[in-house]
């Protein structure tokens, strides 16, 4: 057995692994292709890279992803820690600034004695099979797994695999937004505050700039309008196991809207809880965008995931009321995503079911989420210490979420997709209590006692 222990992948679930192997006093190597080789939808150097939105998601207690963070946070999760003190405004929500997130996780892993970085794609010259066969290894590359990577994991695992594919929003500046018509404010701030005079509530509303959330209203034509365009407009071709193989967790702007004229405005459009205060009445679609740096200079349209060509992202999304005049600093992608059928293959501690050497970690397990993704590199991570130390593994407790997902993933299910932190894959409450807020709330502290022990 090698003195080290490899993690293949400098993602936020290899990072996480690698960190959590390192403080325990064992070496790692920490193989990373970049900046050899690019994934398509990867551009930075640093690690820990986020390419679709900076949302963490939800902080809050009640919340099943605020909880897994919280969870995070009494195992001493690093990359948690770096979230925590990257953050922008978001509201309730963790949201990071990407560029200080990325460039403080390099700095913590580069910094770190224990662990050596290899850059260098396995399956050129390093192959997996010769790693596992004398030695511990953690993959975590992603869900844009390399081909010759991929081709390997196959290789090993036989033909188990499967594809769903992901989209990412697109960025625009600030000042290029139209202040005019957009206003500040987070969902029903503006409806609870509108017990005044009317007149007074507009002129106040409009100079709010201390929200998380600017919002653009839109009236039934305007909507309307922009409907038609999205869903007629050109997108980049997909062959037809693709077009089946859309994640429903994230789901492309324009397919949601196919489904029905006002699916948006029941989804990421809807207005409830808002007031236009140029009208002083609830707005017929409303389109939020979430600050995406430090300096808040830029910002992500939220729920608006797009597989369109960018020439069409420019021209329908300006459409929308308060975009005419909007500067894209990205547009939004589709890339490939890869997962292995982990219900089949591993067990609840992330390690492969017919060599004990392997552990998978991060999105190609089935987890879906940032959170979700350092979640399951933490016990992947924990897990290869045991392993290496010759010691009983640990299997979090299913009623914690990050038991529950560990669990999810490593129980047999012939409809298996990704899977993100929710409620509904924890065991139920021994009482019955209707009241949801109470319910989660209930289950978010019999959790937190239990990662406690």
Partial sequence: MKDYITVIGAGLAGCEAAYQIAKEGIKVRLYEMKPKKYTPAHSSENMAEIVCSNSFKSNL???????LKEELRILDSLLIKIADESAVPAGQALAVDREIFSKRVTDEIKNNSN???????????THLKELIDDGIVIVATGPLTSDLLSKEIMDLIGDNDLHFYDAAAPIVT???????????GDRYDQERAKDEDIDSWKERIKDIDNSDYINLPMNKEEYENFWNELVNAEVVELHEFEKREIFEGCMPVEVMAKRGIDTLRYGPLKPVGFTDPRTGFRPYALVQLRQDNTEGSIYNLVGFQTNLKFGEQKRVFSMIPGLENAEFEKYGVMHRNTYINSTKLLDATYN??????LFFAGQLTGVEGYVESISSGLVAGINAVKKYKNESKIEFNERTMIGALAKYISTENEKFQPMNANFGIVPELNEKIRDKKLRYEKLADRAINLIKL
């Fill in 61 to 67: 207690h009640t919340n099943a992803c605020g909880l």
């Fill in 115 to 125: 662990i050596e970085i290899i850059n260098e794609e396995i399956g050129d010259s």
């Fill in 174 to 184: 600030k000042e290029s937004i139209d202040m005019n018509i957009a206003f500040w």
């Fill in 352 to 357: 492969y079911k017919d060599n004990n050497n």
